[in-house]
């Protein structure tokens, strides 16, 4: 069964900083497009973060880069996302997704495995 499992949320004050993690099972990660999207209340679902398969090449949304870094350990079949200086406007779930992929093309499409979405809230 394929399964993705995020954790690593929580409660942070702006400025602050979390790690996510994301472990997937029922699937190896070396041919998969991994990443993260978040939805805030009363927002669409927007795509945050995404690794590819083939290099490793990283793509972040232009609100978040500089502050967030994505990283895969194909080893432990998890993939990571480190959120430093964090703002009240990063306040979401946020879900890790992959897809079978090189360059993070599909990353997010219909044909995604999605996890269930961990809280990361920011606020003083």
Same mark, same amino acid.
């Given at each position: 069964? +394929?399964?993705?499992?995020?954790?690593?949320?929580?409660?942070?004050?702006? *400025?602050?900083?979390?790690?996510?993690?994301?472990?997937?099972? #029922? =699937?190896?990660?070396?041919? $998969?497009?991994?990443?993260? =999207? &978040?939805?805030?209340?009363?927002?669409?679902?927007? *795509?945050?973060? %995404?690794?590819?398969? &083939?290099?490793?090449?990283?793509?972040?949304?232009?609100?978040?880069? #500089? &502050? =967030?870094?994505?990283? &895969?350990?194909?080893?432990?079949?998890? +993939?990571?996302?480190?959120?430093?200086?964090?703002?009240?406007?990063?306040?979401?779930? $946020?879900? %890790?997704?992959?897809?079978? *992929?090189?360059? %993070?093309? #599909?990353? #997010?499409?219909?044909?995604?495995?999605?996890?269930?979405?961990?809280? +990361?809230?920011?606020?003083?």
């Amino acid at each position: 069964q +394929v399964e993705l499992v995020e954790s690593g949320g929580g409660l942070v004050q702006p *400025g602050g900083s979390l790690r996510l993690s994301c472990a997937a099972s #029922g =699937f190896t990660l070396d041919d $998969y497009d991994i990443g993260w =999207f &978040r939805q805030a209340p009363g927002k669409e679902r927007e *795509g945050v973060s %995404c690794v590819s398969s &083939r290099d490793g090449r990283t793509y972040y949304e232009d609100s978040v880069k #500089g &502050r =967030f870094t994505i990283s &895969r350990d194909n080893a432990k079949n998890t +993939v990571y996302l480190q959120m430093n200086s964090l703002k009240t406007e990063d306040t979401a779930v $946020y879900y %890790c997704t992959a897809a079978m *992929g090189y360059d %993070c093309s #599909g990353y #997010g499409s219909d044909e995604s495995y999605w996890g269930q979405g961990t809280q +990361v809230t920011v606020s003083s």
